[in-house]
């Protein structure tokens, strides 16, 4: 039997549909204007797109994503748990780098995967590898792919009524390499607009839309509904500066 789990839609040429004059009816992230969590900067970057939209034509109303909270836990369950999985074969046996200081085939595996991952790559195989670990795979992993589900079933909800979605694509401008080594939640917080896009598989897409007060660019995130990257991509167009 033969299993298939990609899309057999055809994909259109995007380039030559990226103008529209459509008016939308635009969902915007009451949590990406209104958290302590968000930059007073990109706050006021995301309103002040907010009233050009309308301004535009667009109608724009607030909504309330409840998941919010729980996408970053989901998230980094998830791809830690990939990661462990897909990196395992980067052995020194069949792909990629291998070590020459070896001296056995098991050396070969440790100084392979030793020297040739970084600190951050090999942080998220050992989280990997205890959230697949037998005693603890259903109280991470297999929660995690339920709130995957129940966060694919609110954007659901979400684009029943709205074209798109809009929210800040993060709550802080770029801070400086290395400056959160040392606290890696708040390094992965500024992921929390970003990631549950990946989680649901739905399009996205980031467009500027000024600069805070140290000229550090502001995104704005954009998203749409399962195969409606056309549609995204002409609408994104219609706001880039």
């Known amino acids: 039997m033969h299993w298939c789990f990609c899309s057999q839609k055809p994909v259109p040429e995007f380039s030559k549909l990226l103008t529209s004059t459509k008016k939308y009816k635009i969902a915007y992230l009451t949590e990406g204007i209104e958290s302590q ?63 020459e200081a070896t001296t056995d085939l098991m050396s070969m595996y440790k100084k392979t995967r030793s020297e040739a991952f970084g600190k951050e790559v090999k942080k998220r195989i050992m989280l990997g590898s205890f959230v697949l670990s037998a005693s603890y795979y259903d109280a991470y992993y297999t929660k995690a792919q339920k709130i995957r589900r129940l966060i694919k079933e609110e954007f659901n909800k979400i684009f029943s009524s709205y074209d798109f979605l809009i ?33 649901a598989g739905i399009p996205g897409i980031s467009v500027p839309i000024g600069e805070d007060a140290q000229k550090l660019p502001i995104g704005l995130q954009i998203l749409a509904d399962d195969f409606k990257e056309a549609e995204l991509m002409a609408f994104a167009n219609q706001i880039q500066p």
Do not use: W
């Open 167 to 199: 929210m800040p694509t993060s709550p802080c401008t770029a801070f400086k390499i290395g400056e959160l080594n040392d606290d890696p939640i708040a390094m992965y917080l500024a992921d929390i607009f970003t990631v549950s896009t990946n989680i």
């Open 37 to 99: 969590g968000v930059q007073v900067d990109v706050k006021n970057a995301v309103k002040t797109q907010i009233e050009k939209l309308k301004t535009a034509g667009h109608t724009l109303e607030p909504v309330k994503f409840n998941l919010l909270d729980y996408s970053i836990p989901a998230y980094y369950i998830l791809t830690t748990a990939e990661a462990s999985s897909n990196l395992s074969r980067y052995d020194g046996v069949k792909f990629g780098f291998r070590s």
